[in-house]
């Protein structure tokens, strides 16, 4: 009998029968409408975003943590979860999801006026219009403070002009939270994508993160109404807000990309002969698996103490980097580590480890990368800011 490795200190008792009845959901979504197309949305670099969102929508799972306008009001921890299981299928279709609830439509549920929750948030909630989340630019990416797009008054309108770029489900986008400068400060504003003046180009050659649609979006003299921008969003404070929110999903989210390799690794070390015998036989394989599920746990306990401080109203942004900065480094381990387990095998697209791996570089990267976090939790430790 092999037991699973979040089974080894039963953390599902730690759950509500609620809990698991969320992640037993999401669970079969992403094993009907996830598992058996994401090899070739991946291979192909293209992924059906408006479909996904559609079925997502059916169980609730975008803006899955809002209250009010057609969101399913879940806890922290459920939407944990949520994100954890969708991770396990792929960390692009995790990202469509994070920057639908957690960054384009938590902008507008928390900043906007009621104008803007009620022309969005419900149609973002059912499926029906996608969002976008344009922070960085192509000349500034862990320092947004410096960007470069500009809004300024003209008359009653903004017109807006600069450019963002790797922005998840831009070319796809019904809706952009745009960030800018303007003479007030930054400022956040909910752009109709079909504006003119805007375009949104896709990214291509990526070599990570090929089950999400990433774009770049230009803004050339894009004129809104007074109406498009986020009343209650002053100052840089406002998007980093929305980007704790979303790190808290990756939080979690990193720990189903590194399940699902470590489910696969076991699977295959326990069928795979070599020398006569299994090579979950061999030491070095169980010292493999024992320390990547050692750090499985470790970071499962971690993202649930976040989740349930979450849930308190108590989780502070240098908590949700400690949490980022080692949920994504581990999990990143633990699937480079599973892809040594399954040797030639490991690099095929066949299994997903190597595809969770390099998707993990990705999610090591964005949403701060891990020296960002570093700086961040070491700024808390010293009292002294070693960056900006
Ligand atoms: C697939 C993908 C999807 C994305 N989706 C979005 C999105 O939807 N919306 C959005 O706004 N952005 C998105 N991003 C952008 C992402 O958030 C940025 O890439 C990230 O913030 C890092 O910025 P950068 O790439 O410009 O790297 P840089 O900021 O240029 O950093 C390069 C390196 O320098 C290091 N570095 C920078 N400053 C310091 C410092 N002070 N001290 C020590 N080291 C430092 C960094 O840690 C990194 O290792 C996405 C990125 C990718 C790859």
Known sequence: MTTRPLDLIDVDALHSEEELAIRGVVRRVVDDHVRPNVVEWYEQGQVPVRDLALEFAKVGLLGMHLHG??????????????????????????SLVSVQGSLAMYAIWKFGSDEQKDEWLPRMAAGEAIGCFGLTEPDHGSDPASMKTRARR?????????????????????????WARTEEGISGFAVPMDTPGVTAREVHHKLSLRASCTGEIVLDGVRLPASAQLPLARGLKAPLSCLTEARYGIVWGALGAARDSLHTALDYAGSREQFGRPIAGFQLTQAKLADAAVELQKGYLLALHLGRRADRGELRPEQVSVGKLNNVREALAIARQCRTILGANGISAEYPVMRHAANLETVLTYEGTSEIHQLVIGQKLTGIAAFG
């Open 69 to 94: 306008y057609g969101c399913a009001g879940a806890s922290a921890v459920a939407y944990g979860l949520a994100c954890l299981e969708l991770e396990a299928g792929d960390s692009g279709v995790r």
């Open 154 to 178: 003209d008359g009653d309108d903004w017109v807006l002009d600069g450019g963002k770029m790797w922005i998840t489900n831009a070319p796809v986008a019904d809706v952009g939270v745009i």
